[in-house]
């Protein structure tokens, strides 16, 4: 059975801390404990607003922590730069819009291909593992193949709120990536109620997981809740497995 790795995103500890001021709670001491729970990864969203997450918190999780730092960033030449200084394991372009509360939906890679092909072999001749979030449409995880990526992340927020289809959708888009050479993962919405399913995909290696596991960790402790949610996933990919033995 392929170990499927649980990223954990920090952002809304940076939120909580940003809605009083200060340094309180700290989003590397919160890295830090979701490592020593369990965690396999630890995922920043360093947005052009800098409404959670700043750029003082990168350096200080890039230098603090030895587990792999996920940053998902918009595609521009500013972030691009960013992260050529810092130097995170994995770079993960995504749409943003000002306006919105979180991402709405996948990356138009499809049709943003001759302005993210030259990011892409930029951040990769770093050293950096290049990923697209995606919806599992097939058009877009080909252009994402097309223009370089190493990794797609599957968006999962139209399953996590019930649409009929896309756990459908879900299996086959992961399948189709891994056929064309990509490393898949998924991530947005998922919660101890609806992950088991997305955790029993076979091809997919990594799930990234954070406005749940922050919020919950104010009932049950973060330690807990990374621990519970990967004893979750390990279960759904150990069933899975059998199921097909």
């Known amino acids: ?18 809605a009083r001021g200060g340094a309180h709670p700290d989003p590397l001491a919160a890295a830090l404990m979701a490592i020593e729970a369990g965690a396999d990864g630890i995922t920043i969203h360093l ?15 890039r230098a603090g922590i030895t587990a792999p730092l996920n940053l998902e960033l918009a595609g521009t030449k500013e972030m691009m730069e960013i992260a050529l200084a810092t130097k995170p394991h994995g770079a993960c372009v995504v749409p943003e819009k000002r306006a919105e509360v979180t991402t709405e939906g996948g990356l138009d890679v499809a049709g943003q291909h ?7 072999a930029t951040l990769a001749s770093a050293g950096i593992r290049v ?11 080909r ?22 289809g896309e756990l459908e959708r879900l299996v086959e888009g992961a399948r189709l990536a891994v056929s064309l050479g990509l490393e898949c993962h998924a991530g947005h ?3 101890y109620d609806n992950v088991g399913p997305v955790a029993a ?3 997919v290696m990594e799930l990234n997981i954070g406005h749940f596991i922050i919020g919950q960790a104010v ?8 621990r519970r949610m990967a004893e979750i996933m390990r279960l759904a990919r150990g069933s899975a497995t059998q199921a097909v033995v």
């Open 131 to 141: 990923s697209m979030f995606v919806d599992p449409d097939p058009d877009q995880l």
């Open 219 to 226: 009932f049950e402790g973060l330690p807990q809740v990374v």
């Open 114 to 120: 001759h302005t993210l092909r030259p990011i892409v």
């Open 143 to 164: 252009a994402s193949a097309d223009i370089g990526a190493a990794v797609v992340e599957l968006h999962t927020g139209a399953y996590a709120h019930g649409r009929p």
């Open 201 to 203: 995909i076979p091809e």
């Open 47 to 61: 947005r052009e607003d800098r409404r959670h997450i700043r750029d003082a918190d990168l350096v200080l999780v």
């Open 189 to 191: 919405g998922l919660t």
């Open 1 to 18: 059975m392929n170990h499927l790795r649980l990223g954990i995103n920090i952002d809304h500890v940076a939120t909580l801390r940003n």
